[in-house]
């Protein structure tokens, strides 16, 4: 997209993530690297799933069947698998 218009693609990015996204200011920022919670999203039916995303890592995912997929359907993402983190 840089190149289509003539601007640099790594400053856009930057710019993006710091001014236009709210990226900086977002409530879970601290917490992100280990967990993500969506409580709007939870609902009565709700599947637990472990994926490794990149490099070995394993994340625990937690889903509400009710969306099937569909946006809405992402209730927590947690760093690892253990009961303990989880």
Not at 9 to 20: A, K, S, V, W
Not at 58 to 70: D, P, S, W
Request: with cysteine.
């Amino acid at each position: 997209m840089g190149t289509l218009f003539g601007v640099d693609g790594e400053l856009l990015e930057r710019q993006y993530r710091n001014h236009l996204s709210g990226y900086l200011c977002w409530e879970q920022l601290p917490h992100a690297e280990e967990w993500l919670l969506f409580e709007k999203n939870i609902g009565a039916y709700v599947g637990l799933d472990e994926v490794c995303l990149s490099r070995g890592e394993l994340y625990t995912v937690l889903i509400n069947k009710e969306r099937k997929g569909r946006s809405g359907s992402l209730i927590a993402v947690v760093k690892g698998t253990d009961v303990k983190t989880v």
